[in-house]
């Protein structure tokens, strides 16, 4: 019993923090029809940007509490600066492109971003540990719990909350969901679908940093964490189908339970699970879960 | 075909000849471009259907282990039977899998073929009798029965490489202008059509990815003999990514094109380690990004534009 309720925390833990970072890549998707595959280097900015600003918090000397604040300015930095930057200058002369092929530029700019990074913030690890010990463990049930673990589920339901009601129930939100059908006749009744795809592009960054950011506390930050979380966040949004933000949830907690059972119960089988339930899955639903089929053209 | 044939033997004259007189890091050079271009020819093959798979490293690992595993278990030196071994086994592998994964099209298929590539990438880290992420050498391969020399073993591996990619672009020149290679060019423009018209779809998509994977296992086999290691990164996703940048690059319009892609991606790569040690992937992305721009169609496009001038 004991084992399957650790199981189960687990897995809802690892599917919160990859339901944020796969809710940016499937909303970039939906609106800009671009499969980032630099989305991991945009969490591992994040997560970098998060270990500085922690940093400089700590030797300006403000409480500990503030760490958190640092996490999110981290994120919101690099969404304002890189963002824009990557939109306007590179992918704009894509646009219109073959899906594939723009899944190839994104791959050459992880490429430039993975050795920029490396410029930037040098080789060596960092540790970020300040904000993991602010909520200490929760006792429910007789079961002890990590703070944080909790206070990232609570983040992952706001971000989805969050995203669900701002398209659905703002006029921006339904300007944002017209592009997604047809940016063409969007444009036509007087969008500026320009301005919405690099706000939906910097929205989409800032939840990879966020969850860059949320995730720093619980690794060493170093060369190399964005290349696992790239392959397991296509596998979430192609579980759930492209764009969707329910498929988004659902996938994550597939992949974050797949995992956690293969974690505790077969170690070996970690980064098989992952991709066995995307597989199995994707039999059954080629489009993925929450995908409307399309017309086929004649 | 005809004049396919006599093109292909005519190149190969030249590339083992020219072979003689290069020098011993450009000899190591193409033989590892002709290698992996192997690979992305497998990628070209499905590209005219109109798909891109992600995940060749899926064959050319299984292709690389499998001929590894046969020279170091079963006592077997010969670089050709090697070869060969390590087609098998690629077609051995990816054959259950054509039959689903001709059902999908687009970013599924790409995404798709990723998936199975990361899952043996995952299972070939864990497997410990196989050396887990360091992987495990291989002793150098015999030629037809005779041990190479050290000083000609450049040589003859660049000779057996180049054959053999030689032999087998050729022989996907006659498939692709072939009636049922050409089928795929019709899937490519519209598949509905193609199936009211009869032809079945799955069929030459399935047969696609199974040739592709055949090619890709002998890319892997003869890899892994040029470098004489091999290990779990042959499988990885970054790995694969290089090889649809090379088919990319290349376009599917020409052959020749994508062992010059293959070359063209060696000489930057070893380069720019060479000059940028710290910033060779950002070398390497930026020329990508590059050539994604302002060659949209590929280097293909580039010799069809030249032989369209000098035709009339």
């Known amino acids: 019993m004991n084992t399957a309720l650790t199981i189960l925390a687990d897995g809802v833990a690892y599917a919160s923090w990859l339901f944020i970072v796969a809710l940016g890549l499937t909303l970039v998707f939906g609106v800009l029809k671009i499969l980032n595959v630099a989305h991991g280097s945009f969490y591992a900015v994040g997560a970098y940007a998060a270990a500085t600003f922690v940093a400089w918090f700590a030797t300006w000397g403000f409480a500990p509490w503030l760490s958190l604040i640092a996490l999110l300015l981290g994120s919101v930095a690099v969404a304002a600066l890189l963002a824009p930057l990557t939109e306007r200058g590179l992918l704009r002369v894509f646009y219109g492109r073959d899906e594939v092929l723009l899944v190839l530029v994104t791959y050459a700019l992880f490429l430039v971003l993975e050795d920029l990074m490396k410029l930037v913030w040098g080789v060596n690890p960092y540790f970020v540990t300040a904000p993991y010990g602010l909520f200490g463990n929760v006792q429910i049930g007789g079961q002890s719990y990590v703070g944080y673990d909790l206070a990232l589920v609570a983040v992952a339901i706001t971000c989805g909350l969050g995203v669900w009601w701002g398209l659905n129930r703002t006029r921006a939100g339904k300007v944002v969901l017209a592009v997604i059908h047809s940016a063409e006749i969007a444009a036509s009744m007087g969008v500026n679908v320009g301005r919405v795809y690099t706000f939906a592009f910097m929205f989409g960054i800032f939840l990879a940093a966020l969850g860059g950011a949320l995730t720093a506390p619980m690794i060493s930050v170093q060369p190399g964490v964005s290349v696992a979380v790239v392959i397991v966040s296509f596998a979430v949004v192609i579980i759930g189908g492209l764009g969707s933000i329910e498929g988004a949830a659902i996938g994550a907690l597939i992949v974050g339970m797949a995992r956690s059972l293969a974690v505790h119960t077969w170690p070996p089988a970690e980064l098989f699970s992952i991709y066995a339930a995307m597989a199995v899955v994707l039999i059954f639903r080629p489009e993925g879960l929450f995908q409307r089929v399309k017309a086929r053209r004649i | ?312």
């Open chain 2, 1 to 312: 075909m005809k004049k396919t044939a006599a093109m292909g033997l005519a190149v190969l004259a030249a590339l083992l000849a020219g072979g003689l007189l290069a020098p011993k890091w450009l000899l190591f050079l193409v033989t590892m471009s002709a290698a992996n271009g192997l690979v992305s020819l497998g990628i070209v093959l499905m590209m005219r259907g109109g798909v891109v798979s992600f995940g060749q490293g899926l064959v050319f690992a299984a292709g690389g282990y499998a001929a590894a595993l046969v020279s170091n278990k079963l006592g077997v030196s010969d670089a050709l039977l090697l070869a060969a071994a390590g087609g098998g086994a690629a077609v051995l592998l990816a054959a259950p899998f054509a039959p689903l994964l001709a059902r999908y099209r687009g970013i599924f298929f790409a995404m798709l073929t990723l998936a199975l590539s990361m899952v043996l990438y995952g299972v070939l880290m864990k497997s410990e009798s196989l050396g887990g992420s360091d992987g495990f050498n291989m002793r150098r391969p015999t030629l037809l029965g005779f041990s190479i020399p050290d000083a000609w073993s450049g040589y003859a591996l660049y000779a057996l490489v180049v054959t053999i990619a030689v032999l087998l672009s050729t022989a996907a020149r006659v498939y692709f202008d072939s009636a049922r290679g050409l089928v795929a060019l019709a899937i490519r423009e519209n598949e509905l059509r193609v199936e009211y018209l009869g032809a079945s779809v799955r069929r030459v998509m399935a047969l696609d990815f199974v040739l592709a994977a055949f090619l890709g296992g002998v890319g892997g086999a003869l890899a892994v003999m040029a470098l004489g290691h091999i290990e779990p990164q042959f499988s990885y996703w970054t790995t694969s990514g290089e090889f649809v940048f090379v088919s990319i690059l290349a376009g599917h319009h020409s052959v020749a094109a994508v062992f010059a892609a293959s070359l063209v991606l060696e000489l930057v790569r070893s380069f720019s380690s060479a000059y940028f040690p710290n910033t060779w992937q950002l070398a390497l992305g930026l020329f990508l990004l590059i050539v994604i721009r302002f060659l949209p169609k590929g280097l293909g496009s580039l010799f069809n534009r030249f032989s369209r001038q000098a035709a009339p």
